[in-house]
């Protein structure tokens, strides 16, 4: 009965490749994230989402592009990745946007070799 | 640049001790002020939240917030081994999103 899921778990790739992750969340919240968190574990966020709708989008290369198809899912894509995207991306929603807690998902650890 | 700040630790506390954990923040427009705790290798979760000047009291974990001097605390009462983690601050500083600290790596001696 996971609430906020995430595939895959782990990935290892080669630098250059393209991948994408993946994110599901069972809650009926309208608001969903993506952080990507370091190898010093700063959590920072990356993008949100509210109803489809791009809310935040903080200085994050283009090769990062998010995907909303519905209000409860939210995919990344990464283009061209490169050594300095290894990290854990957790995906996270919320009921709104202003005062709402947000919920996490499991993080996909990525490591781009 | 709007900044959440806590002491990365390691902060070791004799279990059965109070731990005490600070966040000081940057913006006295902040509106809301998390806690959470994070295991390692596993996702944050929610400890508690805390909106308005003063104390929040859940079981064995209290937040104490203070907006004049820009600071957010969480204690926890009668620690347990379990309770060995890091522990996130995070601000809405009003801006449609969380800004999360650093985190305090908390450790419980048995």
């Known amino acids: 009965d996971t609430a906020v899921s995430q595939t895959p778990k782990y990935l290892v790739t080669q630098m250059g490749n393209d991948k994408s992750i993946k994110c599901e969340q069972n809650l009926g919240h309208d608001t969903m994230y993506w952080y990507k968190q370091d190898s010093k574990k700063f959590l920072k966020i990356m993008f949100s989402y509210n109803n489809k709708e791009l809310i935040i989008n903080e200085t994050v290369p283009n090769r990062f592009s998010p995907k909303s198809p519905d209000k409860a899912h939210l995919n990344l894509h990464i283009n061209s990745l490169e050594l300095g995207d290894s990290a854990v991306y957790f995906c996270a929603s919320s009921r709104g946007l202003m005062r709402e807690t947000q919920y996490f998902g499991p993080g996909t650890r990525l490591l781009v070799l | ?110």
Not at chain 2, 19 to 25: I, Q, V
Not at chain 2, 53 to 60: A, C, L, T, W
Not at chain 2, 64 to 81: E, F, G, M, T, W
């Open chain 2, 1 to 110: 640049q709007k900044e959440v700040e806590q002491n990365s630790g390691p902060l070791s506390v004799p279990e059965g001790a109070i731990a005490s954990l600070n966040c000081t923040y940057s913006d006295r427009g902040s509106q809301s002020f998390f806690w959470y705790r994070q295991y390692s290798g596993k996702s944050p979760e929610l400890i508690m939240f805390i909106y308005s000047n003063g104390d929040k009291e859940d079981g064995r974990f209290t937040a104490q917030l203070n907006k004049a001097s820009q600071y957010v605390s969480l204690l926890i009462r009668d620690s347990q081994p379990s309770d060995s983690a890091t522990y996130l601050c995070a601000v809405n500083f009003g801006n449609e999103k969380l800004t999360f600290g650093t985190g305090t790596r908390l450790t419980i001696i048995p």
